[in-house]
């Protein structure tokens, strides 16, 4: 299902401190995502992994954050759920200054009663854009994320810088709706603030048989989008 966190607390052992930051998770049948913006910035802070739910406890297995990039990571999570929502509370091991950290994070639900062919996770392997006019940029080899799941998406990439030569990531989720070929994507959050909130982005899709879809974005400005996405399995 899909969820916004509503309070995030973390605790070093002495005194709690909020954070303010505004976030959405989402579990699909098998993967989930999280996704938010670094605090005063535009950039993203996001994870994706494999997951296991026992005993009370949902395990994930990240293998991609936007802070170290390809990994494998395993956290528990001690989960209690509540009406509308679920609370996680994960704890740190002590770390080189022997302090062990708490976070907590409260969820509610936000799931919408919808069900399409493209829900699930999905890798991008293939991006290019065409502007109106001018050359044509191809990406063979991006690093995005994307999820579909009761009527919300997330998305999430990291690019090199070529100035600093660090990564930079850049985020948008929010909700979806999907009629034929054709998704609307309504974020309520992103990197591109000013670009999409409150400007509905219209994706034309291509399925490749279930496990591969092509969309097309085609921008005010003339320009296209043309991104192919993997099925992860």
Known sequence: GAYAMLKQVVNDGKKDSLMQVEQQKIYTDRYMMYAHRLPGDSLA??????????????????????????????????????????????????????????????????????????????????????????????????????????GYFIWANTIQDSASHKPLSFFGYGTFDMKGNEIIENNTHSSFAADVIGKPVTLRIQFKENDSYTQTIVWPDGGRSVEVYQRMK
Do not use: C, M
């Open 45 to 150: 802070e996001y994870g994706i992994g494999t997951y296991t739910f026992e005993n009370g406890k949902v395990v994930e297995d990240v293998f991609f954050t936007s802070g170290s990039g390809a990994q494998n990571n395993q956290v528990e999570l001690d989960i209690s759920q509540s009406t509308g929502g679920y609370t996680q509370v994960i704890h740190y091991p002590v770390d080189d200054q022997g302090i062990s950290y708490t976070l907590t994070e409260e969820y509610k639900t936000v799931s919408r009663p919808l069900s399409t062919p493209i829900d699930g996770a999905w890798k991008q392997t293939k991006s290019t854009y065409i502007p109106k006019t001018g050359n044509i940029s191809v990406n063979s080899t991006p690093t995005q994320f994307k999820v579909f799941e009761s």
